[in-house]
């Protein structure tokens, strides 16, 4: 566990992790899920993580780059803790107005933290680390709240992203099996 909030995976799993019967985004049905924004919507919970993040964040960080919509939350926190600017990441661009993908301070040339709650497969990281690369940004790190890809594998080697997380699916698994 990178964390050194020793109960923080068995308050989140506690929070997070329902029962019952799901269907989930693939389409397969699962006696089990994980609603992040849960964590998210606990201004304790939030606030927690946003403290570990922080130990992860590299010094050279000159935005934070949330992700639409579970890493803008703790980007916000992030940011107030540690005074670096955020950008607001779209899915995609706008279609109107300024046609932005991300909202914020101009980013060309700067070096973006991405910051998202869950990394399982990495889509959507993937996808908006092209798109602020080829808009002119420098991302080499993602942080995570909670990186779910199977362990030591880094979903996103092929867009050469590091990622850091607070916690692992293994730490979460870790304290619902010890309970």
């Known amino acids: 566990m990178t964390t050194t909030d020793d109960s923080l995976a068995a308050d989140i799993d506690a929070c997070c992790r329902l029962t ?17 924004y849960l964590f998210e919507a606990d201004p304790l919970l939030l606030g927690r993580v946003a403290r ?20 803008i939350p703790i980007a916000t926190v992030v940011s107030s ?12 661009a ?24 869950v990394i399982t497969t990495g889509g959507a990281v993937r996808d908006a680390t092209r798109a602020l690369r080829e808009a002119g940004a420098i991302v080499e790190v993602v942080v995570c709240a909670i990186d779910r890809s199977p362990a030591g594998e880094n979903p996103l080697a092929d867009v050469d992203l590091e990622v850091r997380a607070v916690l692992t699916k293994a730490d979460l698994d870790a304290v619902r099996h010890a309970g």
């Not at 570990?52 to 890493?71: H, R, S, T, V």
């Not at 803790?81 to 995609?92: A, H, N, S």
């Not at 706008?94 to 709650?117: M, Q, S």
């Open 20 to 36: 019952g019967e799901f269907t989930l985004r693939s389409g397969q049905v699962s006696s089990e899920y994980f609603d992040k």
């Open 52 to 71: 570990e993040m922080i130990q992860l964040i590299p010094q050279d960080a000159e935005l934070l780059g949330g992700l639409e919509m579970g890493g």
């Open 81 to 92: 803790i540690l005074g670096t600017p955020t950008l607001f990441v779209r899915k995609e």
């Open 94 to 117: 706008k279609a109107y107005g300024t046609c932005k993908l991300a909202e914020g301070p101009d980013f060309a040339g700067k070096r973006v933290t991405i910051i998202e709650d």
